[in-house]
């Protein structure tokens, strides 16, 4: 079974910038991956989703700030996140399908479908 590592966590100032890195045990025919974060008392969401290489979602409070990406060579899916705010504090997940999915199930109220997940990394934002 792939397992899923983050990398990247922090304490940054409001403004800065943080890399998180998620790096799969093996190749795999997951064709669906993405970010979810968890603040303390909430309930988890998506933050960004990437479907066969391609972006396909943003949550609304990231987007244009943050970006995923996939580098298929080195097997690690990637969220560059710029301009950082307090609000967005939270544990970061990187999840991807158990295999392959048809574009329909990637989506991000289907948490159900990602049924690898990784250990979580913590971001905390300062002002």
């Known amino acids: 079974q792939v397992h899923l590592v983050e990398s990247g966590g922090g304490s940054v100032q409001f403004g800065g910038s943080l890399r998180l890195s998620c790096a799969a045990s093996?190749?795999?025919?997951?064709?669906?991956m993405g970010w979810f974060r968890q603040a303390p008392g909430k309930k988890r969401e998506a933050v960004a989703l990437?479907?066969?290489?391609?972006?396909?979602y943003y949550g609304d409070s990231v987007r244009d700030r943050f970006t995923i990406s996939l580098d298929y060579a080195k097997n690690t899916l990637y969220l560059q996140m710029q301009i950082l705010k307090p609000e967005d504090t939270a544990m970061y997940y990187c999840?991807?399908?158990?295999?392959?999915?048809?574009?329909?199930?990637?989506?991000?109220?289907?948490?159900?479908?990602?049924?690898?997940w990784g250990q979580g990394a913590q971001v905390t934002v300062s002002s």
């Open positions: 093996q190749p795999s025919n997951a064709n669906c």
């Open positions: 990437i479907y066969g290489g391609t972006p396909t």
């Open positions: 999840a991807a399908t158990a295999g392959w999915v048809s574009s329909s199930r990637c989506r991000p109220t289907g948490v159900t479908v990602f049924g690898v």
